[in-house]
């Protein structure tokens, strides 16, 4: 049950926390992460921060909720709640542009995400804000986004006739140049879909496919990362500009650390979860699965495919997509991405 949460005029806030220095605002939370993954006690641990401003965190889950993670842009953009987690690609079926920010075969490793979504932050929060009424407070990546597959998988050759899942507008555009099927699929549908051969291979993290035990129902791991899967934690404006002054630095810093955090597990658990998916070293910590999946080496050749994939389609069906919704969007990613990674859309 949920407290109730009234808007009020920055008159009335200012008098109100004049009069009641102790007076705690609410912050409904909704997120994706559940006590299994990894980005849990980095997330607890912003909570607890924010908690102790005086704020009060009520904590929810997409998956207790039986909400759609795709839906979370307009869930906090309503007010329904104050700050939730989205996938950005998901979410971009509302704006194209939000895409940009981690398009398929652009940024293949965390070094060259983090210069994109740096440079792409500013404007990324522009158009939320214009748009949508919100902020991303936090910017951050699952990490490397790579195929699983319940069949022998080689090269990027073999997924010719597969059904693979999608999750991003981009992420199709490529699936299907390689002639597979894309799949639209959110991850909690994506294990029942691997085992009744709905679908035959999957994308998604090493660590969020271990914790996610996709390894129980797929038989070979090609590691050729295609993106990072960016999320993001998105707050309310209304709500960010009806803080104290204080309570809006320490939210601001404690959000900050958190995304600080996510970056640094994307770099250092996935090698772990890998291990652990192909039988590799395990750590005995609980979070992990040992399996026994097979480790198909990433050649050049396939690493260089999803480079001209990129160049030559995503790129351009991206911006023609973003241009006719948001005209001048390809100029701004060519001087924010596109500079960072050293790539033109013409």
């Known amino acids: ?86 996938q950005v690609g998901s979410a971009a079926k509302d704006d194209p542009f939000l895409e940009g920010i981690d398009l398929i075969g652009v940024s293949t490793n965390m070094d060259e995400l983090k210069q994109a979504v740096d440079a792409y932050r500013e404007a990324f929060n522009a158009r939320l804000g214009e748009k949508f009424g919100v902020k991303a407070v936090a910017i951050w990546p699952f990490g490397p986004q790579v195929f699983l597959c319940n069949q022998p998988v080689e090269t990027l050759d073999d997924l010719q006739g597969l059904k693979v899942r999608s999750f991003t507008a981009s992420m199709s555009t490529l699936l299907k140049d390689l002639g597979a099927t894309p799949v639209t699929l959110s991850f909690p549908e994506v294990y029942p879909a691997l085992q009744r051969g709905v679908a035959s291979c999957g994308v998604t993290s090493p660590t969020s496919s271990n914790t996610g035990k996709w390894p129980e129902v797929t038989s070979h791991l090609y590691p050729l990362s295609v993106s990072g899967s960016v999320q993001a934690h998105l707050v309310n404006l209304e709500w960010l500009n009806g803080l104290s002054e204080e309570q809006n630095a320490a939210f601001e ?29 395990c750590p005995d910590d609980g979070l992990y699965t040992s399996y026994d999946m097979t480790l198909v080496p990433v050649s050049d050749t396939d690493k260089a495919t999803v480079a001209e ?38």
């Open 253 to 281: 810093a404690s959000m900050a650390e958190m995304e600080t955090g996510f970056w640094a597990l994307a770099v250092e658990t996935n090698d772990v979860a890998q291990s652990c998916s192909t039988g590799g070293d």
């Open 1 to 86: 049950m949920f407290t109730s949460f009234h808007r009020i005029s920055a008159a009335s806030l200012l008098l109100l926390a004049t009069a009641l220095p102790s007076q705690a605002e609410t912050l409904r939370w909704l997120t994706q992460t559940q006590s299994h993954n990894a980005q849990y006690p980095v997330e607890m641990a912003a909570i607890e921060a924010i908690g102790a401003t005086g704020v009060t965190v009520e904590r929810n889950e997409f998956q207790v909720l039986g909400l759609n993670l795709a839906d979370s842009l307009r869930l906090v953009g309503s007010g329904a709640f104050q700050l939730g987690t989205t």
């Open 309 to 346: 994939v990129a160049a030559t389609k995503i790129l351009p069906e991206w911006a023609a997509r973003c241009e006719a919704g948001y005209p001048g969007c390809t100029e701004i990613w060519n001087d924010t991405v596109g500079k960072a990674r050293g790539l033109v859309i013409e």
